[in-house]
């Protein structure tokens, strides 16, 4: 049976081709602008309802729900209707809530300090599947409005590029999210990047960089082997002169590794003739990788060495790592007991700028 979001709207037509055809608008509005479950949809028939439930039943089932942040960071795991399983990360933040959502099951790109990378790869995510875990979002935020969807979960969105675009198309189209709201993460796969640039719906994107020499970024990221630095570096340029948004890079702070002078040197003068914006991020700890992050006072250093060398950076307050629900944390590993009262600060902190 096919998810709730899994049909297209000529799709959806079809499987209410003997009801009248306002029927599909009601169903297409109700599913996107007020992200309802059928049994919600009041102005359809009963019958219908009911049909609905049962050809349109969901496609995650939440397998564990966890909190941090005293309410303010929710961490769901679902189970896929074949095993597979994902996790997606709601933030509220006082003027907005932003979801983390997941575009692949597992990660094939095999970043060592990343959780996903060391769990490794399951299967792609559908559109359906993508876009469901945003209205799920949209949801436990009522009353507030979710209105930044970061696609920085489990996975590399631009490895899984005509269903993560599909969600994009819908999320902007139909469930009326901005462009301007919508952000990509990849680790530099230079021909989505290149793709991206011949699209018509200039959303933002955050490349994870962590490294601005190839030694090193060949050690921390394998992909920079077939993508190296330069060739990132124009592809990048690429899609900021094509959709006119500020590039975003991401640098994991690991200590010993990528916080000392020579890389920030190396970073800025990577960063400066692409006008793009620095996300610092202290390493959140995970199993599979030993090293620890830079501690605060050495994050503080690296920035102003940034600023000094004319490079804009930002430190993100890292939320909700007691939960794993952290930049870099997400897996699918049984959850850790709870505690009673959950206070850190989490993941993808300040908003993208």
Not at 139 to 166: C, H, K, Q, T
Not at 234 to 262: H, K, M, P
Not at 271 to 299: D, M
Request: net charge neutral; hydrophobic share 40%.
């Amino acid at each position: 049976m096919p998810g709730p979001y899994e049909l297209s709207r000529e799709e959806m037509a079809g499987l209410l081709a003997h009801e009248p055809s306002y029927r599909v608008r009601q169903v297409w509005d109700g599913l996107h602008t007020r992200v309802l479950q059928p049994a919600e949809m009041t102005e359809l028939p009963v019958a219908l309802r009911t049909h609905l439930e049962e050809v349109l039943a969901p496609s995650l089932t939440e397998a564990d729900r966890r909190e941090g942040d005293e309410g303010e960071t929710i961490k769901w795991r679902f189970d896929l209707h074949d095993g597979a399983r994902i996790e997606t990360v709601l933030m509220h933040y006082p003027d907005r809530s932003t979801v983390c959502v997941s575009t692949q099951a597992g990660c094939a790109m095999d970043c060592q300090f990343c959780a996903t990378g060391q769990a490794g790869f399951t299967r792609q995510l559908t559109t359906g599947e993508i876009v469901e875990q945003v209205a799920e979002a949209m949801r436990a935020a009522r009353p507030r409005r979710l209105s930044r969807v970061v696609f920085m979960g489990m996975g590399e969105p631009l490895a899984n590029y005509d269903r993560v675009w599909g969600a994009i198309v819908r999320l902007h189209g139909d469930m009326g999210l901005s462009a301007r709201h919508l952000t990509l993460s990849t680790v530099g796969l230079v021909p989505g990047i290149r793709r991206l640039a011949g699209e018509d719906l200039p959303v933002n994107l955050a490349v994870s960089l962590h490294a601005a020499n190839d030694e090193l970024r060949d050690r921390l990221l394998p992909i920079n082997r077939r993508y190296p630095l330069t060739v990132l570096a124009e592809a990048c340029q690429g899609y900021v002169q094509a959709s006119g948004r500020r590039l975003s890079f991401e640098w994991a702070l690991i200590a010993g590794v990528n916080d000392r002078a020579s890389d920030a040197a190396e970073l800025a003068a990577y960063a400066r003739p692409l006008g793009a914006h620095i996300n610092l991020i202290p390493l959140n700890p995970t199993p599979g990788y030993g090293v620890l992050g830079t501690p605060p006072e050495g994050v503080r250093r690296f920035r102003r060495m940034l600023t000094d060398l004319g490079a804009n950076a930002t430190v993100r307050v890292t939320r909700g790592s007691d939960i794993d629900a952290a930049c870099g944390q997400l897996a699918t590993a049984a959850p850790k007991p709870q505690s009673v009262r959950l206070s850190s600060r989490m993941h993808r902190s300040n908003e993208l700028r």
